[in-house]
């Protein structure tokens, strides 16, 4: 379940300029930065956790040790998300600045609403879970 969540999350990260992720209460969790195709991921303390290669309409994501976690594939304005055996997570859809994400059987399980540099982030129930800042 840590890898689905990292992977939805995470695609909504992946290869933008060079965020900051808070929680829900306003803290500081971590920030990333991207060079070329690929987007590193660090803790609030400063520590690497992970990264997202992006080529072609795939990206993959790696553990700090550089271990395959999962992949994300994007067709017609979805984002399939696979975990990393290949077996089907869930998907996200985008649309006028929001983003859906639903689990492996369909069911909604939040969303991501983008506007001036902010991306805010909700459960399923509409509770405010955290945002994304350039």
Known sequence: MKTIALLLIASSFALAD????????????????????????????????????????????????????????????????????????GSSSSSSGTTRYYDKTGSYKGSASSSGGTTRYYDKTGSYKGSKSN
């Open 18 to 89: 060079s965020p900051r992720f808070y929680n829900g209460s306003g803290g500081y969790e971590g920030s990333s930065s991207t060079s070329g195709d690929t987007t590193r991921y660090y803790d609030k303390t400063g520590s690497y956790q992970g990264s997202a290669q992006r080529s072609g309409n795939t990206t993959r994501y790696y553990d700090r040790s550089g271990s395959l976690i999962g992949t994300a594939t994007e067709s017609g304005g979805t984002t399939r998300y696979y975990d990393k055996t290949g077996s089907y997570q």
